[in-house]
């Protein structure tokens, strides 16, 4: 019992961290999109417009709950709770320090990061499906055949990943010694890798699922107040966690120097690490236009799926007779 | 990227107007010339008209059916007419493309309650203006495959134009008006209507039957869609509407796309929600207070709009503009241009989903303009700058080192950034490459101008072809592109913006000193009897009006040839079998403002 109330306690503090981190991930990237864009972006609610996020969420909350008529009402209000549980679930296996994972150590680190990112897909399906809308449909079909199709991709690199660290732990995977030929080979992954997350978090320039410019905004046209707040938070939370990923994966997670020695170090430098690559999603954001969604299966299908299974093929090599 | 332009390029040569209606009467001899001060124009019988514009076409070298429109005489006062000829006179304007020149004009009388044949079979173009002839006149055009009422909606009673239709209030035949003072004695009519406010309704209308009509959910278009043919799968299409709220509809338009997957199969432009009947309030105005109005059409480029209307009345008037005052409009109207085009590459990069990012560098550059124009007219939107016969205000102080500075140093570097910062970029060159394609041919048949043809290979420019002001004296290019997509007109709107500045650059260094209004001035004029069509090459295309006299201090007919608004002739031939993501891109690379579109 006390084990499960220590569970519970990590838990409530690791959503209500990752929250905040949504609450300022989106200051942030106010703020940045605002100096890309020669503009100073918000600066009125407290110091540097830092109260900005409470400001937000005050107002998110009392908005009025309307749902619309015309909606299917159980999977409309189901929609925004399946797309924002699996970002957060995601973290439970993620390793924070040295030897320490944010809930659990456990031995399929890799196929729960897989199980649960081919779930968040059903959040946004439901969501344009209920809303009875032909935005809503036309982002939600979007988004289900791109999120599945760029799922191959990551998953390739995935296996390939796992089969070079030989384990399926992530907490065992960042502390496996690597040789530095190995950090290459990784790090060459690193761009697809990049690249098929921006398609699996509906990031820009793949957000084709939210379209502002065709489709209003996809999947959450009908949405508004709280509900409309949770697919931010999703997709806000989203990015830090795949960021969290990628970092662990290609960048060697908590690992800096005299992280071994000093845990509380671990937690630190993976936030810098994290912070640099929400760096680069809102940096590619405020920069480059958006394929067209045929582009973009094609670029997947002709490319990214090739890509990964030549890079599956010769890690597979490596890890049989270099290792 | 310069590989591709085909710059200099000239016309062939005028159009010999004299001859052409020569050719015309030759084939019709009941054509009659009449001649209505600065402008001559033939008679043509409504069965004669498509004879009439199949010669011009064919043997006169018209290919651009610039504009239609109508007069209702009615309540004509002048002398020139007679009384009992027939009430309402449909206005065609023919230009040659190739050899540029001044316009053909044919007049076709017709009277209440008849009909007259539709030009679409000769001209696609007019299908836009036709519809409007029938929305704000009720003239039937006989064979129109689509006669609907465009501007206003089908509840709406009477035709708006007609000279015996007045408007609730404003136009009550009692005057002055009675109180609308609560306590008075009196109701107001739009109270008594059950739906709304200062509307009337056809006696057959009920608002609570009333449907969209089926017509409005267009069918297929395209003729390589699968529906419903053979041994394929069976899909079904689904309508969308994009539009009126939209965010990438660049205003309150709204177009129906029938689409099956992504792919558009359909679609029909519906418009007309910012309707306030300009052309109605134009001709209750005196002239000089057009002149604000005009503003509010294309409200990004209020010079070049002021320019057209001034060209119009003063061909009527038969006034001279001091040089100066010439310089001044060049300069100014080149400015608007400027910001028009930054402004329109940055929404079509909007469009193409670049998150704001271009549209601000853009504006960014835009503003320093605007600082230019607030300090010379008092607003940087709303500029009522010209006046007829010259400009409103002298330069203030600095104003033309200003100019320079802006000219000079900030718009070619901020032209040079965006150039190399988008032109190469492989998305924008993905996504605007071989999409939204039309001929040249299609483009002129759809009365199509401005940007858009010089992107299809077709060196038609107002500047060059017709040259009014004193744009025969500055060395400058007409960018064309041969390829006319997406791509081409972003880039055509880039070229054009450099040669702006190279307008703008000689014409600071040749302003000459002197006076800049001619005439005495005043408030009321009262132009002589007659019609005048004036046309500038507007930054959107060939901007219009169309302008009849009767000797009164208001205009009797004020018509303006919108190009926003026909340059949506193309939209649905352009958009059929692209993706719906295309069709937003390229509704944002025909650069409609709605203001211009609704009138």
């Given at each position: 019992m006390p084990q499960l109330l220590i569970y519970l306690i990590q838990a409530v503090v690791l959503c209500l961290v990752v929250i905040t981190g949504f609450a300022y991930l989106t200051w942030l990237e106010r703020k940045l999109i605002a100096r890309f864009q020669v503009r100073i972006g918000p600066n009125r609610a407290g110091p540097f417009g830092l109260l900005q996020p409470a400001a937000d969420a005050v107002k998110a909350m009392f908005k009025e709950e309307y749902i619309p008529g015309h909606v299917d009402k159980f999977v409309y209000v189901l929609a925004p709770m399946l797309a924002l549980a699996p970002a957060l679930i995601v973290w439970a296996v993620i390793p924070i320090a040295k030897g320490v994972p944010a809930m659990g150590d456990v031995n399929i680190g890799f196929l729960w990061i897989l199980a649960i990112t081919g779930v968040e897909s059903f959040g946004v399906i439901l969501a344009g499906w209920s809303s009875n809308n032909n935005y809503s449909l036309l982002g939600a079909l979007r988004s289900a055949a791109q999120m599945i199709s760029y799922e191959i991709p990551l998953g390739l690199f995935l296996v390939s990943i796992a089969m070079l660290g030989g384990t399926f732990s992530l907490v065992e995977l960042v502390e496996t010694p690597r040789a530095p030929w190995e950090w290459i080979w990784i790090w060459i992954a690193f761009p697809f890798f990049f690249t098929s997350i921006l398609a699996e978090t509906n990031r820009s320039p793949f957000d084709l699922p939210e379209t502002e410019n065709e489709l209003v905004a996809g999947f959450f046209t009908e949405y508004g107040g709280m509900k409309f707040s949770m697919f931010m938070m999703a997709e806000y939370i989203n990015m830090i966690t795949t960021s969290t990923v990628v970092s662990t994966l290609f960048f060697g997670g908590w690992q800096g120097p005299l992280a071994d020695r000093y845990i509380w170090l671990g937690p630190v430098y993976l936030f810098i690490k994290v912070l640099a690559l929400l760096f680069l999603f809102i940096w590619i954001r405020a920069s480059i236009s958006r394929p067209r969604f045929d582009q973009l299966m094609r670029f997947n299908w002709k490319f990214m799926i090739p890509a990964g299974l030549v890079y599956l093929t010769v890690s597979a090599v490596i890890t049989v007779f270099l290792k | 990227m310069s590989d591709i332009v085909a710059p200099s390029t000239t016309v062939a040569g005028p159009l010999d107007v004299a001859g052409t209606l020569a050719l015309v009467q030759e084939a019709l001899p009941d054509a009659k010339p009449v001649s209505a001060g600065p402008t001559d124009y033939l008679e043509v019988a409504p069965d004669q008209l498509i004879e009439a514009l199949q010669v011009l076409r064919d043997q006169g070298g018209c290919d651009l059916l610039s504009s239609i429109t109508c007069t209702d005489y009615l309540s004509y006062q002048g002398r020139a007419r007679a009384k009992d000829g027939p009430r309402f006179e449909v206005v065609y304007h023919l230009y040659s493309t190739a050899q540029g020149g001044d316009c053909v004009v044919l007049h076709v009388p017709v009277d209440d309650g008849e009909s007259l044949p539709t030009a679409t079979p000769v001209y696609p173009g007019a299908n836009l203006q036709e519809r409007e002839v029938w929305d704000l006149y009720g003239l039937v055009f006989d064979g129109h495959p689509n006669l609907r009422r465009i501007l206003l909606w089908e509840g709406f009673e009477g035709h708006p134009m007609r000279k015996d239709w007045h408007e609730a209030y404003y136009e009550e035949d009692q005057k002055p008006f009675r109180s609308r003072h609560p306590r008075a004695d009196f109701a107001r009519s739009e109270d008594k209507v059950p739906w709304g406010k200062n509307t009337r309704y056809p006696a057959d209308w009920d608002p609570d039957d009333w449907q969209e009509p089926v017509t409005y959910v267009p069918v297929s278009q395209d003729p390589r869609s699968r529906n419903g043919a053979g041994d394929h799968l069976s899909t079904e299409s689904v309508v969308v509407n994009l539009g009126p709220h939209h965010p990438s509809t660049h205003g309150v338009f709204r177009m129906i796309v029938r689409i099956e997957g992504e792919t558009v199969i359909a679609l029909e432009p519906d418009m007309g929600y910012l309707h306030r009947n300009h052309e109605k309030i134009g001709e209750r105005n005196t002239w000089l207070m057009n002149m604000p109005f005009t503003d509010r059409l294309d409200y990004i480029n209020s010079m070049s709009n002021n320019w057209g209307y001034a060209l119009a009345v003063e061909k009527l008037m038969g006034l001279e503009v001091p040089e100066r005052a010439e310089y001044l409009r060049v300069i100014m109207a080149e400015l608007s241009r400027i910001v028009n085009h930054l402004w329109s590459i940055g929404f079509i990069l909007n469009d193409l989903g670049a998150l704001q990012t271009p549209a601000l560098y853009a504006i960014e550059e835009r503003e320093m303009i605007l600082d230019l124009f607030e300090s010379v007219s008092g607003a940087r939107m709303m500029c009522n700058y010209l006046r007829f016969g010259g400009v409103h205000r002298d330069l203030p102080a600095g104003w033309a080192e200003r100019a320079r500075y802006?000219?000079?140093?900030?718009?070619?570097?901020?032209?040079?950034?965006?150039?190399?910062?988008?032109?190469?970029?492989?998305?924008?060159?993905?996504?605007?490459?071989?999409?939204?394609?039309?001929?040249?041919?299609?483009?002129?048949?759809?009365?199509?101008?401005?940007?858009?043809?010089?992107?299809?290979?077709?060196?038609?420019?107002?500047?060059?072809?017709?040259?009014?002001?004193?744009?025969?004296?500055?060395?400058?290019?007409?960018?064309?592109?041969?390829?006319?997509?997406?791509?081409?007109?972003?880039?055509?709107?880039?070229?054009?913006?450099?040669?702006?500045?190279?307008?703008?650059?000689?014409?600071?260094?040749?302003?000459?000193?002197?006076?800049?209004?001619?005439?005495?001035?005043?408030?009321?004029?009262?132009?002589?009897?007659?019609?005048?069509?004036?046309?500038?090459?507007?930054?959107?295309?060939?901007?219009?009006?169309?302008?009849?006299?009767?000797?009164?201090?208001?205009?009797?007919r004020y018509h303006i040839r919108a190009p926003s608004y026909i340059n949506l002739n193309a939209l649905a031939p352009m958009t059929v079998g692209y993706k719906v993501a295309d069709a937003i891109v390229i509704l944002g690379a025909i650069d409609i403002v709605l203001g211009e579109v609704d009138r």
């Open positions: - | 802006v000219v000079h140093e900030r718009l070619p570097r901020a032209l040079d950034q965006l150039d190399d910062l988008l032109s190469g970029n492989e998305i924008v060159n993905t996504r605007g490459r071989g999409v939204g394609y039309l001929s040249a041919e299609q483009l002129i048949s759809l009365s199509v101008t401005g940007p858009m043809i010089r992107a299809a290979g077709v060196p038609y420019d107002i500047r060059r072809c017709e040259p009014y002001g004193v744009y025969d004296r500055f060395d400058f290019d007409i960018p064309t592109l041969p390829h006319s997509d997406v791509y081409d007109r972003y880039y055509i709107r880039l070229l054009e913006a450099r040669e702006s500045v190279r307008i703008v650059q000689q014409a600071l260094a040749g302003l000459p000193e002197g006076d800049i209004l001619a005439g005495k001035g005043g408030y009321v004029f009262r132009p002589p009897e007659g019609e005048a069509y004036g046309r500038v090459e507007g930054p959107k295309g060939e901007l219009g009006f169309y302008l009849v006299s009767d000797g009164k201090p208001n205009p009797y």
